[in-house]
């Protein structure tokens, strides 16, 4: 729109941020990303005058030395997403703290029956595309409790595993999954080179291999029910650095 870009500063030792957008919005206008970096002082009385930039340690905790003064007219801060859910609290429904989202099973079912949740609400989505897909799937699940379809049977503990923050849904019932159980989760870092693996009950059923993973970019598992058997107690994903 016109503006000056001088830097996008990120605290983090990686991006939050979509990819594409990384490349779209800052490299093809050459404006700077710099990492592990924060603002330490803002300048200026009755508006900005400048911002003052500090590089951080592995602790975020400003490196004497490193500071960059910017002369500016403004600072935008970026504070990240977190789910609206006031009548998730209200209805007193299980919330995980990682995701800050109720806890919900294969039919989007919180932890209060006959109370479904669904997209950004349950986590936050890069595309809304996967809000769509729960959306349709909590549509769907709402209407079989109604009519009494929905089977309350057993249920298998999903577990993030070793470099996984955290996966949706958090338990399953396989008796309510058609042909395929979709995961969705986010990593806790960026790898590269890695194989992703799904254990259940401590058994490989499934081993992917990913070159490029970053928490920015929601990640997604297709596993067939029959990779799933109905009396299994836990289904873990978690990531091992490839050999050689």
């Known amino acids: 729109e016109g503006a000056e870009v001088l830097a996008v500063v990120e605290l983090m030792p990686y991006s939050g941020g979509l990819t594409r957008n990384i ?6 206008y050459d404006i700077p990303l710099m990492l592990s970096h924060t603002v330490t002082e803002i300048k200026g009385k009755d508006r900005v005058e400048g ?13 004497e030395g490193t500071e960059i003064y910017y002369e500016c007219d403004t600072l935008l801060l970026s504070v990240g997403l977190i789910p609206e859910n006031e009548i998730s609290n209200q209805a007193r429904i299980e919330i995980d703290p990682i995701t800050s989202g109720p806890k919900v099973n294969e039919s989007m079912e919180t932890s209060r029956n ?14 809304v595309d996967y809000v769509t897909e ?15 379809e929905l089977k309350d049977s057993h249920s298998c503990d999903v577990e993030a595993g070793e470099g996984i923050r955290y996966i949706v849904p958090h ?13 969705l989760m986010r990593v806790d870092n960026v790898y590269k080179n890695v194989q992703m693996v799904v ?8 081993r992917l291999k990913k070159r490029h993973l970053a928490p920015g970019e929601m990640e997604r598992v297709k596993l067939r029910k029959s990779d799933v058997p ?4 836990k289904l873990t994903v978690l990531l091992e650095k490839e050999e050689g």
């Open 23 to 28: 490349v779209q919005c800052l490299d093809d």
């Open 51 to 63: 911002v003052k930039v500090m590089k951080v340690d592995e602790n975020r905790r400003p490196i």
């Open 114 to 127: 006959g109370i479904f949740a669904c997209g950004n609400v349950v986590h936050v989505h890069d595309l």
């Open 134 to 148: 729960e959306s349709i799937k909590a549509g769907r699940s709402a209407a079989k409790y109604v009519k009494k």
């Open 171 to 183: 338990d399953v019932r396989m008796e309510n999954v058609d042909k395929t159980l979709d995961l």
């Open 199 to 206: 254990k259940v009950d401590g058994k490989e059923v499934k």
């Open 230 to 233: 109905n009396d299994s107690s």
